[in-house]
């Protein structure tokens, strides 16, 4: 039953950050397939069976008001939380519907446009909002922004004098500025989405460099004597460290006999020692910049979603060669040059940089899904996977799959 439902729905995702820059959930958007209903009991067990994250939170965005309402009926997880269409308040059956499911303790999420807030009348229903600002509010999040710098962020400055409200979550925040207003000086509940462009901006006159925590944690687990495994998976939450890696592997200064195509040839190859001794080297120069991380972090869910679309007979060595296809797709990003050019200097199987740069060959299809379910428009998704005769079953398993690994 889990595997048809979700066969009835395309889904878009996008995570949430929180002050820290970690996930602490991602909103799914929920679009029915035209040809079927949707059984919303059995979508939410499907939910909780593929991806059953205890410790964050599954924000559902139905886009249509007969699955939301199913949804409301439904729905008994603490971690589902739902999000409400102020648009759709005005149907008094809808609205009677998200009564009775706030009273049995589902958690609810009032949405509107930018800059609305929920009416005084209906805003006990809701355990929070997702909010969004105008360009006049944001204007004045950056002046408050100002001020509480000047101020030292002393306990004197008055959280009342930003729009940006403290508790809420907030969406399309454009700028570094505003998401470190709205996390670090307001408090929000959370941000969906991330400026990833906005953020790179800073670094447009220096190099980006891999990330301290990464190189920490594999440090301590060469010291623990984890297994080659492990420590592949944990090399493969950093984007630009595969890359350093691989370019190292292959440089001239080890004059090794056969080139080096993957993450776990390379760990091979050099051994622990080498590894940590590499390792120990990059630490001084390594990145503290925790506005990264949701960069990051978005790149290798990419590569891990890959990894779930190709198909089970797949050996694992082909499966090593997708994460990596999907995890330098966007490496020019942090290495801030021309994508064919970066990748020109590893030794990558030739079905890799097809699809990287050519977007043709046997995995161009995986990562173009991929690609298109970062984000909520679920026409562009369900065609690509039509394009490509790629069922929505297969699909949203690969993505909660990976939600639930990554």
Not at 307 to 323: I, K, W
Request: proline share 4%; with cysteine; hydrophobic share 45%.
């Amino acid at each position: 039953m889990s595997s048809s439902v979700l066969g009835s729905v395309t889904i878009g995702y996008e995570p949430v950050w929180d002050q820290w820059r970690k996930r602490i959930g991602v909103r799914l958007w929920l679009d029915p397939e035209s040809s079927s209903a949707v059984d919303a009991n059995h979508l939410i067990l499907a939910l909780q069976e593929l991806w059953p994250a205890s410790r964050e939170v599954c924000l559902l965005h139905a886009q249509a008001p007969g699955l939301l309402a199913d949804l409301l009926e439904h729905c008994n997880a603490s971690n589902i939380w739902l999000e409400i269409p102020q648009a759709w308040l005005g149907n008094a059956l809808l609205a009677g519907r998200v009564r009775k499911a706030q009273q049995r303790g589902v958690k609810l999420v009032w949405a509107g446009e930018p800059g609305e807030r929920p009416a005084e009348a209906s805003a006990g229903w809701f355990h929070s909002a997702m909010l969004s600002l105008t360009a006049q509010d944001a204007l004045g999040a950056l002046r408050a922004a100002l001020r509480k710098s000047h101020d030292g962020g002393s306990h004197g400055s008055r959280h009342t004098d930003s729009p940006v409200l403290s508790g809420q979550l907030y969406e399309s925040l454009a700028s570094q500025a505003l998401v470190e207003h709205a996390l670090d000086q307001q408090h929000v509940r959370g941000v969906a989405g991330w400026p990833t462009e906005e953020m790179l901006y800073a670094y447009r006159y220096r190099q980006i460099q891999p990330a301290r925590q990464a190189l920490l944690d594999l440090v301590h687990a060469i010291d623990a004597d984890e297994s080659l495994e492990a420590l592949e998976h944990t090399m493969g939450n950093e984007p630009l460290l595969c890359y350093r890696f691989l370019r190292y592997a292959n440089s001239a200064s080890l004059s090794l006999r056969s080139e080096v195509t993957s993450l776990r040839q390379g760990l091979m190859t050099l051994g622990y020692s080498r590894l940590r001794a590499w390792l120990m080297e990059q630490l001084p120069h390594a990145s503290a910049d925790t506005n990264l991380d949701p960069i990051r972090h978005t790149m290798v869910l990419r590569a891990r979603i890959m990894e779930r679309l190709a198909d089970a007979g797949v050996e694992d060595d082909l499966r090593r060669e997708v994460f990596l296809c999907g995890v330098f797709s966007q490496v020019d990003l942090l290495l801030g040059e021309n994508l064919g050019a970066a990748l020109h200097r590893l030794p990558l199987p030739g079905r890799v940089s097809s699809a990287v740069v050519g977007h043709t060959g046997p995995y161009a299809p995986w990562l173009e899904v991929a690609s298109a379910l970062e984000g909520h428009n679920t026409k562009v998704i369900r065609d690509v996977c039509r394009a490509h005769q790629i069922a929505s079953d297969e699909v949203n398993r690969a993505l909660l799959r990976s939600l639930a690994q990554q």
